[in-house]
């Protein structure tokens, strides 16, 4: 069965850094895509970035392009979001996501509060 395990999330001020980490196992990682989603308070989940099976193509939300980096190392089955330049509008429960066999799979989200 897939199982998806997010960390790393916190509390941060505007502007600081955070990285998540999303470790998956009961299937061949390297052979599927990858996702982050983040769900704000009362805010619908949107898709924030997406990264191929290979790591070799990305896509952002517009909101965090040139702020956020996914990346994997399917060695250890991980998949990363690096977040720089936080804004309070970041604030949000992150979920890590992959679809197998056309079924969705998520993780338990992991909290990232920005606020001073």
């Known amino acids: 069965q897939v199982q998806l395990v997010e960390s790393g999330g916190g509390l941060v001020q505007p502007g600081g850094s955070l990285r998540l980490s999303c470790v998956a196992s009961?299937?061949?990682?390297?052979?599927?895509?990858m996702a982050w989603y983040r769900q704000g308070p009362g805010k619908q989940r949107e898709s924030v970035a997406v990264?191929?099976?290979?790591?070799?193509?990305?896509r952002y939300a517009d909101s965090v392009k040139g702020r956020f980096t996914i990346s994997r190392v399917n060695a250890k089955n991980t998949v990363f979001l690096q977040l720089n330049s936080l804004k309070p509008e970041d604030t949000a429960v992150y979920y890590c996501?992959?679809?197998?066999?056309?079924?969705?799979?998520w993780g338990q989200g992991t909290q990232v509060t920005v606020s001073s």
């Open positions: 996501n992959v679809a197998v066999d056309s079924r969705q799979y």
């Open positions: 990264i191929s099976s290979g790591g070799v193509n990305t």
């Open positions: 009961g299937m061949i990682f390297s052979a599927y895509p």
